[in-house]
């Protein structure tokens, strides 16, 4: 069965300085793979999904993630955090043929002024 | 841009009550989900539907019931509250065509309180 694992439930950085939240998924194929970030008392926002097509994927507010088969990781990446930034990340993945999606846990990312 | 929208952003009941949550979204998705949200839990589904009056149980269906009558409209229906159905509910759209690429989106959550 696909799952997906967030391997940190909390991440502190320091206000501009780079952020790293870690996702590995477990598959026998490569699913489609999403991040989502949720600010508190809202909605999943959508920042950015990989489709198969390049392996380093752009998203909204300057973050990007890299599809690496050999690894069954799809890493989030921010060069610079900002003070918005502080929220909940969910990394996903849509199995092919599957309705469903598999959450992982979830990552607290704060920032420190 | 997709829109979903829940009928409620926090709600208050008692225990026994009959609750309804109402999502709603404008994007003619074939696909529509309910999800809860509890802290260390993460979100788990608890019901889908992929299509009008078509719906398949989740991970986690006892205690709810689910109504889609109209394709923009999902309901979530709680039969009887219980003080365990306190949570963040939230309800998402996806469109079917183009298989396991497209993404879901969400709406606001409905947070509830059954007291």
């Known amino acids: 069965a696909q799952s997906v694992t967030q391997l940190d439930s909390h991440v502190s950085v320091s206000e501009g300085t780079p952020v790293l939240l870690r996702c590995n998924y477990s598959?026998?194929?490569?699913?489609?793979l999403f991040w989502y970030v949720q600010h508190p008392n809202k909605g999943l926002q959508l920042l950015l999904k990989?489709?198969?097509?390049?392996?380093l994927v752009k998203g909204i507010n300057g973050f990007e993630a890299e599809f690496k088969k050999s690894e069954t990781s799809f890493h989030l990446t921010k060069p610079s955090a900002h003070m918005s930034d502080a929220a909940e990340y969910f990394c996903?993945?849509?199995?092919?043929?599957?309705?469903?999606?598999?959450f992982g846990q979830g990552t607290r990312l704060t920032i420190n002024p | 841009d997709v829109k979903v929208t829940q009928s409620s952003r926090y709600l208050v009941k008692r225990t026994g009550e009959k609750v309804f949550l109402e999502c709603v979204q404008d994007m003619d998705h074939e696909n529509m989900f309910w999800y809860r949200q509890d802290p260390g839990l993460g979100l788990r589904l608890i019901y889908f539907s992929y299509d009008v009056k078509m719906k398949e149980k989740g991970d986690i269906p006892e205690g709810y019931s689910v109504s889609r009558e109209k394709k923009e409209r999902f309901s979530l229906i709680l039969e009887s509250a219980s003080t365990n159905q306190t949570s963040m509910y939230l309800c998402a759209s996806r469109l079917f065509s183009g298989g396991s690429y497209n993404e879901q989106f969400f709406g606001p959550g409905t947070r509830l309180t059954v007291l």
């Open positions: 996903v993945a849509s199995p092919q043929g599957a309705q469903k999606l598999v």
């Open positions: 990989y489709t198969s097509a390049a392996t």
């Open positions: 598959s026998s194929y490569s699913p489609s």
